[in-house]
């Protein structure tokens, strides 16, 4: 039997959390998603088991991997080196604007509403016995994004970004996190 770690992200800095929010989820996220593309680029086409609502899957999952990439570049190339070096260097000069954070707030934003939209015509993602075995791991793949996605995000919005930025309140709190956004 394996002994597995727990992070505790509160214990990390602001640089180190960068650096395990890119391992941890940006790169697991980024092929998690490559996987789903595949199956709906490939496979699906030939899937006569795969019910009607794959095709809206698909349009939904291809706004949400676009939402994701943009956002993960932006993390990679400005974001964080941004809070790299406040944290090493620890000058005052260079900060996250807050005009930059309102915008990755937007996208979290965006990205929870196609997480539960995705869901919502994946009927919860429960599968069903017709479905074609690719099919089937097509929906557990969705239902994995969506949970890595949902912890990237709270680690973020809850650690990450209040500890770089001071004075600002996480945007979400822990109770309501899976209840903030609605599609009506």
Known sequence: MYASAIINF????????????TNKFHLPIEHTAA?????????????????????????????????ISQLIRK?????????RNITTHNTGKKSIQPAAYDSVLQSFQKILLLLQKIRQVSANYLLQRHW???????????????????????VEQNILY????????????????NNQLSID
């Open 10 to 21: 509160h214990e990390l800095s602001p640089a180190t959390l960068c650096d395990v929010i």
């Open 35 to 67: 996987q789903i593309m595949a199956y709906f680029n490939l496979e699906k086409q030939e899937d006569s088991s795969a019910p009607a609502t794959a095709d809206l899957q698909q349009l939904l999952f291809v706004k949400l991997q676009t939402e």
């Open 75 to 83: 993390e990679a190339t400005i974001l964080f080196p941004v809070i």
């Open 132 to 154: 074609s075995s690719a099919y089937k791991i097509c929906i557990s793949d969705l239902y994995s994004l969506e949970q890595l996605t949902q912890q990237w995000i709270y």
């Open 162 to 177: 209040p500890a770089a930025m001071p004075g600002h309140a996480p945007a979400m709190q822990e109770d309501e996190f």
